[in-house]
C-alpha cells in the first residue's frame, strides 16, 4: 500500500530563510505526487503537483517541488520564506491510479516562520 | 476555478442530536467527493468517497450508519451525523474532483472545513 513519510512535524525558519520540507513515498509505480497547505482553521490549498514529465514543479506563492525517485522523494523548497507562509504542510499521494484518485496523506509538517 | 464550498463552517450541537454538514462545489461538476475527518495537530483521515448517485464507499473503521453520506447532484454532497456525542467533535473537510469539468481528474479540490463540537 502506498505511504507517504513527512519526516519532520515542526520546522521553524527565520523569515528571509531558505525552507525545505521533506516528503517521502512508498509507491511502485510513477505516483501522483501533490503539495498541500492548511491555515489554521481552513481546508487545505493545493500548491503544487506532480504527474509526469519535469521532475522540478513550480508551483503558487513561490514554492517549488522536486521528484526524485531514487530517493522516494518529493521534497517542497522555497528560497525565501515569508511570515504569511506559516501553516501545516502536507505531503499526499495518489492511493491507486487505477481506483480513482483517493489520496494518502503525510502526517502534516507545522512550519513556524521568526521574525 | 474549482471552488469548494462547506457549510456551515462551525456548529455546536447537544449529545444526541443530528448534524448536516453541505459541501458543494461552486463552479464545476463534482463527479467524486471525499470526506476527510482531522484531528487537531493530525492529518486528514478518509472517511468515505462517493460518486454522484451512488452510495458512498466507506473506509474500513467508519460506521457508515453513523455518518451518512447523501450526493445527490453534481455540486452537493451531504455528511449527516447522526446522534453526535463527544468523541465526533472534530474538524470535517470535504474534497471534489471532477472527471467531465476540464479539470485534472486526479486533483482533489478543497473546502474549508466545518468544525464541529459536540456537548
Known amino acids: 500500500a502506498q505511504s507517504v513519510t513527512q519526516p519532520d512535524i515542526h520546522i521553524t525558519v527565520s523569515e528571509g530563510a531558505s525552507l525545505e520540507l521533506r516528503c517521502n513515498y512508498s509507491?511502485?509505480?510513477?505516483?501522483?505526487l501533490f503539495w498541500y497547505v492548511q491555515s489554521p482553521g481552513q481546508g487545505l490549498q493545493l500548491l503544487l503537483k506532480?504527474?509526469?514529465?519535469?521532475?522540478l514543479v513550480q508551483g503558487i506563492k513561490g514554492f517549488e517541488a522536486e521528484f526524485k525517485r531514487s530517493q522516494s522523494s518529493f521534497n517542497l523548497r522555497k528560497p525565501s520564506v515569508h511570515w504569511s507562509d506559516a501553516a501545516e504542510y502536507f505531503c499526499?499521494?495518489?492511493?491507486?491510479?487505477?481506483?480513482?484518485?483517493?489520496?494518502?496523506f503525510g502526517g502534516g509538517t507545522r512550519l513556524m516562520v521568526k521574525p | 476555478g474549482a471552488v469548494v464550498s462547506q457549510h456551515p463552517s462551525r456548529v455546536i450541537c447537544k449529545s444526541g442530536t443530528s448534524v448536516k454538514i453541505e459541501c458543494r462545489s461552486l463552479?464545476?461538476?463534482?463527479?467524486?467527493m471525499f470526506w476527510y475527518r482531522q484531528f487537531p495537530k493530525q492529518s486528514l483521515m478518509l472517511m468515505a468517497t462517493?460518486?454522484?448517485?451512488?452510495?458512498?464507499?466507506?473506509e474500513q473503521g467508519v460506521e457508515k450508519d453513523k455518518f451518512l453520506i447523501n450526493h445527490a447532484s453534481l455540486t452537493l454532497s451531504t455528511l449527516t451525523v447522526t446522534s453526535a456525542h463527544p468523541e465526533d467533535s472534530s474538524f470535517y473537510i470535504c474534497?471534489?474532483?471532477?472527471?467531465?469539468?476540464?479539470?485534472?481528474?486526479?486533483?482533489?479540490?478543497f473546502g474549508p472545513g466545518t468544525r464541529l463540537l459536540v456537548l
Open positions: 474534497s471534489a474532483s471532477s472527471l467531465n469539468s476540464g479539470l485534472p481528474r486526479e486533483t482533489q479540490y
Open positions: 509507491y511502485g509505480a510513477t505516483p501522483y
Open positions: 506532480y504527474f509526469s514529465g519535469d521532475t
Open positions: 499526499a499521494v495518489v492511493r491507486d491510479n487505477n481506483a480513482g484518485n483517493m489520496l494518502t
Open positions: 463552479d464545476f461538476q463534482a463527479t467524486t
Open positions: 462517493s460518486n454522484e448517485g451512488s452510495k458512498a464507499t466507506y
